[in-house]
């Protein structure tokens, strides 16, 4: 069984790469930062020295990359069981205020970047005619929060996605599932000074995607929104 996670070197991306590498999955993943990524995949294949864990330097927010490790994937992987796109920065700001540019900087990266990929694996999984696409939305991609700014934008286009995809992929046997988290725990919150039992640990997300795959053929969990147990911040 083979699984692909963008943006895997940490945070949710690392959480959930890990939790499918333990429980027998063959793990692609990739991130900017070589030497981050090389900790990651080492950390992983002792976690569950059995699975195969590729690890590919890209950066998402150029579709060459993401057509490269996409490549890669196919030359790989006979099939793709699960795909997670999780790769994603945020970037707090108001659309008034905001740097020119990083609209179109964070659609590449938190938008496009899993529109290419998908495009780019979904023949296999319709060959196959089986695989689970996890979409890593936000509690952001529902509703407008202060400094939302172009990130909420990319993460409410992002949810569309999903939603159109489920729509197009579910006479194909194909599950796709949104995952929409508030606060968690990860390098995003650097610098944070409340409690960090404010925030979800990533682990939870992992288990919410392991939960949702491990559902009977017929049943797709669609929307998975969670949040602090206190709300949102
Ligand atoms: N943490 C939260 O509170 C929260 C809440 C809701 C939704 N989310 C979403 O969950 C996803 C993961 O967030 P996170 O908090 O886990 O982030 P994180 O801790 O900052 O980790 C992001 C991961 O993505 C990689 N990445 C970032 N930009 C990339 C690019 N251009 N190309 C390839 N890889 C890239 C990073 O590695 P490199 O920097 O080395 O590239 C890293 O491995 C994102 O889509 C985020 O929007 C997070």
Redesign the pocket.
Known sequence: MNAVI??????????IAERLAKEGFNVA??????D??AA?QAEIQKINPQVQVLAL??????KE?VLAFAHTINDNFSTIDILV??????VPGTIYQEDDGLLEKLM???VY?AYYLTRALLPTMIAQQKGHIFN?????SHKAYPNGGS?SIT?HA?LGFSKNLREELKNLQIKVTSV??????????EGFDGPPTR??P?ED?ASVIWSAYQLAPQTVMEDVVLRPMLGDL
Not at 29 to 34: G, K, P, S, V
């Open positions: 963008t943006g895997a070197s940490k945070g949710i991306g690392k959480a993943i990739c991130a900017r930062n070589a981050t990524l990651t330097s890209v950066d998402m927010e150029k990359d796109n999780n790769a994603g920065i945020y590449a990266v938190n970047s890593l939305c936000s509690t952001a990130y993460k992002l929409s988290p508030g606060p968690t725990l990860t390098a995003s919150w925030l979800m990533p997300i």
